[in-house]
């Protein structure tokens, strides 16, 4: 067993605070990691404060991973000691599935095991990269290259890979017309991705004074969606929305923004449903559809665009006792445009 230091919260209601606590040591097919930086997902306050029912207290959160091999197994083959490693939402699944089988781990049939809030295959809880070590199975651990800094790449392994999956599963790029609803954490990353992809981006947002960061993050057109005027002009201008919003808004209203098989993907999760009008999706057989992260093998694959491309995440590193206001920032979302946690600082 390896000591951890870690923060944790001990209830619904209860603020993060230090936390020690022990991992297993690698087994033949593991991988131990140091963890250097973890980024702050806004699923991880929405656990910890129970808020989508189910949380496992005490919890350390955290799924975007990025640290250094310290320890492998004897049957590990394809890392090693002092490689850099990242690791994401999940961190087992049952393997067999269909969904499994297909590199699409994320919707195992029988549910993948969470980084954190989660159960392993014994029933224990598992504790997440808001601590120093962490040990995982090599199938579900991912190669990070050298030549980014590293303390932006931790975001890409949810906030990441959450938009860059259904951006290639759709297929876009030179000739779409995409649109970003929302310029946060997941949002700054889609536009990076579709700009990347040769789109055409527009963002979507309620703040006027996002317009200068959006275009510079690689959009060609900004929008704001509280002045009905604008949002009118551009009914029927795109060939895709990624939604990214996790605040309650009214999907129609984006849904008429689609051209003719006009397809809306959802990756934000607001708090409560939003009702669907039908004639906004059969007047111009628009698709109204939803993406969750992606499975090992492509978020490898998105790891490797981003080091060949040169993106990572626009983020802001804090120490660990700074977690419980980043928390509260987050929510008022004033951040640029992801916290990560210097994991030094829990030393």
């Not at 939402?89 to 954190?116: H, I, K």
């Not at 980014?148 to 951006?167: D, F, K, N, Q």
Request: charged share 20%.
């Amino acid at each position: 067993m390896t000591a951890a230091n870690a923060y944790a919260a001990q209830s619904k209601t209860s603020q993060l605070a230090p936390f020690n606590f022990e991992r297993r040591e690698p087994g033949p097919h593991d991988v131990q990691i140091e963890i250097l930086y973890c980024g702050i997902c806004h699923s991880d306050i929405h656990q910890v404060r129970d808020e989508w029912g189910g949380s496992i207290y005490p919890m350390v959160p955290g799924h975007e991973i990025v640290g250094r091999i310290t320890s492998i197994g004897a049957e590990v083959k394809n890392f090693k000691v002092g490689e850099l490693a990242g690791i994401g939402c999940f961190v087992d699944s049952c393997r067999t599935c269909p969904n499994c089988l297909a590199n699409e781990e994320q919707y195992c049939d029988n549910g993948m095991t969470g980084t954190y809030n989660g159960r392993d295959k014994e029933g224990n809880p598992t504790y997440g990269g808001y601590s120093t070590q962490i040990v995982v199975d090599e199938k579900y651990t991912l190669h990070v290259s050298e030549n980014l800094p590293i303390e932006g790449v931790g975001p890409l392994l949810c906030a990441g890979i959450t938009t860059y999956s259904p951006l290639r599963h759709w297929n876009i790029g030179k000739g779409h017309k995409v649109a970003i609803v929302g310029l946060g954490g997941l949002g700054h990353m889609g536009v990076k991705f579709a700009a990347s992809f040769g789109a055409e981006v527009t963002v979507l947002s309620t703040s006027t004074s996002k317009k200068n960061d959006a275009l510079a993050l690689g959009a060609d057109h900004f929008a704001v969606t509280k002045d009905a005027d604008t949002m009118k002009s551009l009914q029927g201008s795109f060939d895709f929305i990624l939604n990214t919003v996790s605040a309650q808004h009214d999907y129609n209203d984006y849904l008429n923004l689609l051209n003719l098989n006009g397809t809306m993907v959802v990756v934000g999760v607001p708090p409560q449903p939003s009702i669907v009008g039908a004639f906004n999706l059969i007047g111009k057989r628009r698709s109204l559809a939803g993406s969750l992260i992606g499975g090992i093998k492509q978020t490898q694959e998105m790891l490797d665009y981003c080091a060949e491309h040169g993106i990572v995440s626009d983020v802001e590193v804090i120490k660990a006792d700074y977690i419980n206001e980043a928390y509260e920032r987050i929510l008022k979302s004033d951040v640029k445009y992801r916290f990560v946690i210097d994991i030094a600082s829990m030393k």
